[in-house]
């Protein structure tokens, strides 16, 4: 990867891991109410990791962005659930469903947007002072 | 061409430090969500008069108040969190967006001012 050079780098990494933070939460709603024959089958909550990307001259200027490391499985586990008339449920009746809390993701959605705002907030700040200087003297 | 710089006076290396500054507070923003980063900061009066030329203002006279120096020269410090998260960060968003905030106007005024010079510059050049 290239060096962070300016408020562009920054920001706009870490707005695109914002949005991948968004992109799991996605996932997990739209996972969130289905169903599996067996625990292993069963779709478990995932989540992205992120880690500080400090630029090669952070010692003296500071400057650090966001990097998502990978995506995680959540160490929550399938719940096996009581449905007999559904077509895959076995022999007593049970089938497995996804490993999602709603609520958490929920929460998750929301503080990923607010700071995805957050971000573009600063690099529209900063650009319209960067217009501002150059015009400097007119 | 030093006339013309010191015209200018403090407002140029101001305006430089609070663009570095405000990339800095722009890091701590980017990473309010990533567990155990540290938030940043710069003591800007320090950093400020670190690279003034003259420095602090020198006293001649025993009667004469001595600024308030300095210890921490200007470099790159920790922000102290009022309430810490549990993973380790020490970013407050509320206070990095005032802190953000601040710095813009403040960058605004002076590059107000070093329009203003610089306008008072041009109508003496042209003498109209």
Aim: glycine residues 6%; neutral net charge; without cysteine.
């Amino acid at each position: 990867m290239s060096g962070i050079q300016n408020i562009f780098d920054i920001s706009g990494r870490a707005m695109s891991a914002q949005m991948t933070r968004l992109n799991t939460v996605a996932s997990n709603l739209a996972n969130a109410r289905s169903f599996a024959d067996s625990k292993e089958e069963a779709y478990v909550a995932i989540k992205p990791l992120f880690e500080t990307e400090y630029a090669s001259h952070a010692q003296t200027s500071g400057l650090a962005t966001v990097n998502v490391r990978g995506i995680v499985p959540s160490n929550l586990e399938p719940n096996r659930v009581h449905l007999p008339q559904h077509p895959k449920a076995d022999a007593a009746g049970y089938v497995w469903g996804s490993a999602v809390n709603v609520e958490e993701e929920m929460v998750e959605m929301l503080e990923a947007s607010r700071q995805y705002q957050n971000n573009l907030e600063v690099v529209s700040t900063l650009r319209s002072l960067m217009m501002r200087t150059v015009n400097m003297g007119r | 061409m030093n006339s013309i710089r010191d015209h200018f006076g403090i407002h140029d290396d101001a305006l430089t430090l609070r663009s570095k500054r405000n990339n800095i507070l722009a890091s701590n923003i980017a990473n309010a969500a990533t567990p155990h980063f540290k938030a940043r900061d710069v003591d800007f009066e320090a950093s400020l008069a670190a690279v003034m030329p003259s420095g602090l203002i020198s006293t001649s006279n025993n009667r004469h108040i001595a600024q308030a120096g300095n210890s921490t020269g200007g470099g790159l410090l920790y922000r102290t969190p009022i309430n810490p998260s549990l993973d380790g960060n020490t970013v407050e968003l509320a206070v990095e967006q005032m802190e953000f905030s601040e710095n813009v106007v403040r960058y605004q005024s002076s590059l107000t001012l070093l329009n203003r010079k610089i306008s008072g510059l041009m109508s003496a050049i042209k003498g109209e």
